[in-house]
């Protein structure tokens, strides 16, 4: 019989999904919007390709702080919390063997 899945399993699946999917989505419309500002500066201007150059980074650099503010947002980073909590208490932390010779 297969085994039946937990809810929390399914919403933490639901929750990595959402995270990749608006992440690749965030990137893409930033730097596309980017591309169409300094793609129309620069024809405003005569300025080729410096404005699209610079937009596409801006982009870029946008796309990338949204997703991080999504991340922060959804509690990725408390996962990272929760791991450290579990090898901790485990008494497998990397830390601890610094100090250890080999």
Request: aromatic fraction near 8%; proline fraction near 4%.
């Amino acid at each position: 019989m297969p085994e039946e899945k937990k809810p929390e399993d399914v919403v933490g699946a639901a929750k990595g999904v959402y995270i990749l999917t608006t992440a690749g989505v965030q990137i893409a419309v930033s730097v596309i919007i980017g591309f169409g500002m300094g793609l129309w500066i620069d024809r405003w201007l005569g300025t080729r390709p410096w404005f699209m150059l610079l937009f596409i980074l801006l982009g870029v650099v946008a796309g990338f702080l949204n997703v991080y503010r999504i991340v922060q947002k959804s509690g990725a980073a408390d996962i990272d919390d929760e791991l450290m909590k579990k090898i901790k208490s485990s008494g497998d932390d990397p830390e601890d063997r610094e100090g250890e010779d080999s």
